[in-house]
């Protein structure tokens, strides 16, 4: 028997289908194993670190919904424990203030704290 010689990779399946079939089988099995643990997701998951309140105050300036609305809520927001800034914003439509929580506190809590304040 001649003993053939090949050159490269390629050359070598080519004239050894079995191992090429059995090594196309080898990818397809791993590939059908690792794609059940594949996350599926539309978005990443990032947890939200601000509440966002909006009011509409038909008024007719930022000026007035800046003093009728905005401050009297940033007024109310000082007692809440868990707050790290609060920003506002006022135009003639009305008010969007956005309450940034700390890292450390649950952004759950602070909802429901503002949602429960009297003002």
């Known amino acids: 028997m001649t003993e053939r010689t090949y050159k490269g990779l390629i050359p070598w399946f080519a004239a050894n289908p079995v191992a090429a079939n059995l090594l196309l089988m080898i990818v397809i099995v791993a590939g059908l194993l690792t794609v059940v643990d594949l ?24 000026q007035q919904s800046e003093e009728g609305v905005a401050i009297k809520i940033e007024e109310a927001l000082e007692g809440v424990t868990g707050i790290k800034s609060v920003t506002s914003t006022s135009d003639s439509q009305g008010v969007t203030v956005t309450v940034e929580g700390q890292s450390d506190y649950s952004l759950d809590t602070l909802l429901s704290d503002v949602k429960n304040l009297d003002s």
Do not use: I, Q
Request: net charge negative; hydrophobic share 40%.
């Open 39 to 62: 996350r599926k997701e539309a978005f990443p998951a990032a947890e939200p670190d601000s509440l966002t309140v909006s009011v509409t105050y038909l008024s007719g300036s930022a």
